[in-house]
């Protein structure tokens, strides 16, 4: 196999005083699809948004597609990245925000094509052809010409998949993109994901609360608590014989619901 | 003295208070801008420039800085004529607090929209010209637009370094003609004219810009 | 003319006179504020009235007011009062121009902090039985005032930092004594920026007094009894 595709090793991160991450470590191959479960608070959302360069780590490394991320090589060391080191790493990355983002004064087609015009200098006609496939794929050909303020919240997040797919990621972080919905808009927002992952291959960083979705769509499973990973293997081993308690006791608590 | 006349004076005055506010709101804006802007984004010390300014202007008092810029800025050898200083020390006051208007506009679009410009690499300054900044100048307006109505109150403080504004006029009618009650009831109208034309028009605005926000709503 | 050069004996000279001025500043500061809170209440509840011809008419006096300059209406009441008979002195009218145009920004901020109450609470004082000046009294007023604080003392603020145009109508109050100083000595260097440094003292040593009486006030209200 390949080197991983992304490496966090032995990494930091804190808010003031709250340690998220106190020595972390986490892999994932190129091509695979990890959900992240766990409760609130365990630093699902963190690991997402760190890889995203949202947020700083405190120590530690992280490699993204063969280099690091938060730190580059100047004069034979390793010192933390510049803006321009992690203008380059974020082209590898894309992300769907559990609040959708989108933005409001641009129409679903301007929130598709936008990045890729100012950031890739794609052309326009080349960038709204794409953004049209891209609505096709998510089932909103016939809004492009709306304002987000007009969809409903399914059909937003489905632009926001739309949005992040624009800049041709290799990397797809999901960040509980379901969450802000009201139950039954859910699976119109998880289709577009099963559909995409049978087209295409991706690699994939879910943070779900969708049990039964993390349990059909994922290579590996990951149980997160308290900044840890607890457990983690293929999701019919997770999900039917957990072997630790706290794991045991998370998954209960759902299907209890 | 005829009502007519009364009127045609104090039209003269309000002439000169409206080319004041013509000339102190566009420093005003730019102030507000640019320290704003600085105020939120430059290295530290222009930073503390910026805050020198802003607590400056808005801690001591109008009149006080209109008179300093008058009467005291001659010692320094800068002579300047009543009109400039009036502009400059209206404009530099309503600036100041137009400063707070910007960054609070500024600092209330959702922290979302940030990340999602990150997310999609923007450049800082991509960021703040083509995602934030359309996001905050409709929340300026309503702010702006009573700033601007502050600012035509304030241009009645020129009166007291002798220029011919509409409260100038007033008080040199009222000194002649003693028809005191008739004169400043019609300047005080002048001015709620002036302000309900101001209100009117921001009104307007607002309406136009946040159309292109989709129905006006700023959360997605 | 007298040169760039800032003269210290001279600004010793002048700065107790200047002193003695800022206590007429305090005082138009204090009773202004007081006549502006009560002016505020009586707005606030006035628009609240089951009158609407009343709640309307006041919503444009308090429109009026707020949208026309404070010296024009310093300048009304010194010029125009004398016609109906009443004289008053430059502080009386001053504290009474004061008074009336803070009221009328104060009134928003009272009117929001009411309508900030839950209705819950209206509907329980209406349940108890209580009368009308009970209401305000016991519920709704000792809940309002903390949120009020923060906007009432920046009002009160800004009002402090307009009572130089008082001057105006020759009331002896810093800016009048650095002007007559600075007439007579042909020197307004020292004398306008003493006042410049004076009100840039007061006013953040005062939002500063006004964070601490936020910061301190119950958050669960008081009691008014």
């Known amino acids: 196999m390949s080197a991983p595709i992304i490496e966090f090793k032995n990494v930091k991160k804190c808010f003031g005083e709250t340690v998220i ?11 695979e699809i990890v959900s992240i479960i766990g409760p609130s608070g365990s630093g699902k959302s963190t690991l997402l948004r760190i890889l995203m360069t949202l947020e700083g780590i405190d120590g530690g490394y992280i490699n993204v597609a063969g280099e690091s991320l938060w730190h580059m090589p100047w004069q034979g060391q390793h010192v933390p990245a510049n803006n321009k080191h992690l203008h380059k790493m974020r082209n590898h990355l894309g992300m769907v925000f559990q609040h959708f983002n989108l933005f409001p004064h641009m129409t679903v087609k301007r929130n598709i094509t936008e990045a890729p015009m100012r950031v890739k200098g794609v052309s326009r006609a080349e960038a709204e052809e794409f953004a049209e496939k891209l609505l096709q794929l998510v089932g909103l050909a016939d809004k492009a010409d709306s304002y987000p303020n007009d969809l409903s919240g399914g059909q937003k997040q489905r632009v926001g998949i739309a949005r992040a797919l624009a800049m041709k990621p290799s990397i797809l972080l999901l960040d509980e993109i379901t969450s802000a919905l009201d139950p039954e808009l859910v699976d119109e927002v998880l289709d577009v994901i099963r559909n995409l992952v049978k087209e295409e291959s991706f690699t994939m960083l879910l943070v779900t609360h969708e049990m039964y979705f993390a349990r059909e769509i994922s290579d590996r499973v990951c149980f997160f608590d308290k900044g840890a990973i607890v457990e983690e293997g293929e999701p019919e081993a ?10 045991k006791a998370f998954l209960n608590a759902y299907i209890g619901q | ?61 109008a009149l006080i800085q209109l008179y300093w810029i008058y009467f005291v800025l001659p010692f320094f050898g800068i002579t300047i004529d009543a009109m400039t200083a009036a502009v400059v020390a209206l404009g530099l006051n309503i600036g100041a607090y137009g400063t707070e208007v910007v960054r609070g506009a500024i600092q209330s679009v959702p922290k979302g929209q940030y990340e999602a410009s990150i997310a999609l690499n923007f450049t800082s300054s ?7 900044m359309p996001q905050a100048l409709v929340n300026m307006i309503p702010p702006f637009g009573n700033l601007a109505i502050e600012l035509v109150k304030a241009t009645s403080l020129v009166s007291l370094i002798t220029i011919g504004d509409l409260t100038f006029k007033a008080k040199m009618l009222a000194d002649t003609t003693l028809q005191v009650g008739e004169i400043f009831g019609v300047v005080l109208l002048f001015y709620f004219v002036m302000a309900q034309f101001l209100v009117f028009f921001i009104r307007r605005l607002e309406t136009h810009l946040s159309k292109g926000l989709g129905r006006g709503g700023l959360h997605s | 003319m007298n040169g760039f050069h800032w003269d210290w004996a001279f600004t010793w000279e002048v700065f107790p006179m200047i002193l003695t001025a800022a206590k007429v500043t305090l005082l138009a500061t204090l009773l202004g504020s007081i006549f502006a809170i009560v002016m505020g209440l009586v707005f606030a509840l006035l628009r609240r009235s089951n009158s609407r011809t009343l709640r309307i008419s006041i919503y444009w006096v308090v429109e ?3 949208s026309t300059p404070l010296l024009v209406q310093i300048f009304f009441l010194y010029y125009v009062m004398p016609e109906f008979g009443i004289s008053m002195s430059p502080l009386a009218t001053g504290v009474f121009a004061l008074g009336l145009h803070y009221g009328a920004y104060l009134s928003e901020v009272f009117r929001s902090g009411i309508d900030g109450i839950e209705k819950g609470q209206w509907e329980a004082a209406r349940a108890l039985n209580l009368t009308i000046v009970d209401t305000y009294k016991d519920i709704v007023l000792p809940q309002a005032i903390r949120p009020m604080i923060p906007a009432t003392g920046n009002y009160i603020i800004a009002m402090f930092k307009e009572t130089p145009q008082l001057s105006a109508i020759t009331l002896l109050e810093m800016l009048q004594m650095a002007k007559i100083i600075g007439s007579e000595n042909f020197r307004y260097l020292e004398p306008f920026t003493l006042v410049g440094i004076l009100y840039l003292v007061f006013s953040l040593l005062a939002a500063y007094g006004i964070h601490q009486v936020e910061r301190r006030f119950p958050k669960e209200g008081f009691s008014l009894k």
């Open chain 1, 21 to 31: 991450f106190s020595d972390f470590n986490f892999k994932v191959e190129e091509n």
């Open chain 3, 64 to 66: 009026f007011i707020r």
């Open chain 2, 1 to 61: 003295m005829e009502f007519g006349e009364i009127v045609s004076v104090l039209l003269q005055g309000a002439v000169v208070t409206i080319q004041i506010v013509a000339m102190a709101l566009p420093l005003a804006v730019l102030m507000a801008f640019s320290f704003g802007l600085i105020r939120l984004y430059a290295p530290t010390p222009f930073k503390q420039i910026a805050i020198v300014y802003i607590e400056f202007f808005r801690g001591t008092s």
């Open chain 2, 126 to 132: 991509q960021r703040l010209w083509r995602i934030i």
């Open chain 1, 238 to 247: 997770i999900f039917t014989q957990p072997k630790e308690e706290r794991t």
